[in-house]
T-cell receptor, first 113, second 114 residues
Framework: QKEVEQNSGPLSVPEGAIASLNCTYS??????FFWYRQYSGKSPELIMS????GDKEDGRFTAQLNKASQYVSLLIRDSQPSDSATYLC?????????????FGSGTRLSIRP | NAGVTQTPKFRILKIGQSMTLQCTQD?????MYWYRQDPGMGLKLIYY???????DKGEVPNGYNVSRSTTEDFPLRLELAAPSQTSVYFC?????????????FGPGTRLLVL
């Protein structure tokens, strides 16, 4: 059973601070990793994707991948109230066209003024 | 581009009724997916399709059926609705094979089975 684990939160972070979200996955065959943001009552939207070990930066967001330790994280710098949402980690297992994306249950992030 | 569209937005079903959730994408994506999301939970894959005429089961396929006659459309059929199927249903599409499958989601269909 392939699994993707996230702390459900809520994670409360003061405005302007760094929010750190973590995700672990069970299968070493995982090839690509995604972070989605989901506002309450809305559909998920892609924030970051990462495929190689190391860091990937996009504006205030940085995704970090460590395949040896089987974890992926998302850092949000200069947190804003608009960052308050649930963040879903998703993992794509395998190379083939039949590979599947498994989602974690999400971490709820709250940015306090 | 409208992206991924879903209808209806909300529906109430009685136990035992059937319905079809519609999903259409205009991005010419070869991959399409159906997920359900229960309150406070992540997304569970119901069915997916890698192209017209090809579908396969996901994690939670029981009680559902799909078809993919065109690249654009991927309807989800619920037969004999049960209270356990109360959920929010998201359709998604993506382009590409292998490891790179950025998914684009529709707005969702909220289903209540009473």
């Amino acid at each position: 059973q392939k699994e993707v684990e996230q702390n459900s939160g809520p994670l409360s972070v003061p405005e302007g601070a760094i929010a750190s979200l973590n995700c672990t996955y069970s299968d070493r065959g995982s090839q690509s990793f995604f972070w989605y943001r989901q506002y309450s009552g809305k559909s998920p939207e892609l924030i970051m994707s990462i495929y190689s070990n190391g860091d990937k930066e996009d504006g205030r967001f940085t995704a970090q991948l460590n395949k040896a330790s089987q974890y992926v994280s998302l850092l949000i710098r200069d947190s804003q109230p608009s960052d308050s949402a649930t963040y879903l980690c998703a993992v794509n297992y395998g190379y083939s066209s039949a590979s599947k994306i498994i989602f974690g249950s999400g971490t709820r992030l709250s940015i306090r003024p | 581009n409208a992206g991924v569209t879903q209808t209806p937005k909300f529906r109430i079903l009685k136990i035992g009724q059937s319905m079809t959730l519609q999903c259409t994408q205009d991005m010419n994506h070869n991959y399409m997916y159906w997920y359900r999301q229960d309150p406070g939970m992540g997304l569970k894959l119901i069915y997916y399709s890698v192209g017209a005429g090809i579908t396969d089961k996901g994690e939670v396929p029981n009680g559902y059926n799909v078809s993919r006659s065109t690249t654009e459309d991927f309807p989800l059929r619920l037969e004999l609705a049960a209270p356990s199927q109360t959920s929010v249903y998201f359709c998604a599409s993506s382009y590409g094979s292998g490891g790179e499958k950025t998914q684009y989601f529709g707005p969702g269909t909220r289903l209540l089975v009473l």
